[in-house]
């Protein structure tokens, strides 16, 4: 994911502790065994980097950012995880998928609050939500509008048992389960008539 809808009360603290860990993050070369590796193409290189001037001119505070390692080759399209703060629902960077090493964090004051915020765009491919009480994890998950939602984890999907699949512009149908079988059938509907 890229957006974090944090609560009010735990936001500062939350935020202090991924700055922390997003100054350890290392990226470089996948065969360095590091933190993170390289995006795709340049032309996603640039994108990135479009969503992160756009940041600078809004004027969305940085919190962290990781390491590029020095033994990276420059032919390589590395981008250094980015933790932006205060990101205002409707700024591109909340509305439209980054692809790339960007969180965008949100607080929020109550339920209601963090339900508006998740539902308001959009993509609805997966969400996460990590909270100890178990009727608010069953509320939100029904509340919030995705294909996938994960309780107290993130992007544990299962096997091919568990059904994959977005709502919204994230897409429809679903991959895996029995529902992703459907895809390879052909439905055959014969009516007839018996005197």
Known sequence: GSRLLVEQSIYEPLL????????????????????????????????????????????????????????????????????????????????????????????????????????????GLVAGVWTRDGARQFRMAKRVRSGQVFINNYGAGGGVELPFGGVKSSGYGREKGFEGLYGFTTLKTVAFRHD
Request: charged share 20%; glycine share 6%; hydrophobic share 45%.
């Open 16 to 123: 202090e502790q991924l700055g922390q860990a997003f100054e350890k993050l290392r990226v470089g070369p996948a065969a360095m065994d590091l933190d993170v590796g390289p995006l795709i193409r340049q032309s996603q290189q640039q994108r990135v980097w479009d969503f992160l001037s756009d940041a600078q001119v809004a004027n969305i505070p940085m919190v962290a950012q990781g390491q590029i390692v020095d033994e990276a080759p420059e032919t390589g399209f590395y981008q250094a995880p980015t933790l932006l703060r205060d990101v205002p629902v409707m700024h591109r960077l909340a509305q439209e998928e980054v692809f790339g090493p960007v969180l965008c964090a949100m607080s929020f004051n109550d339920e209601d609050h963090a339900v508006e915020l998740a539902n308001a765009t959009q993509f």
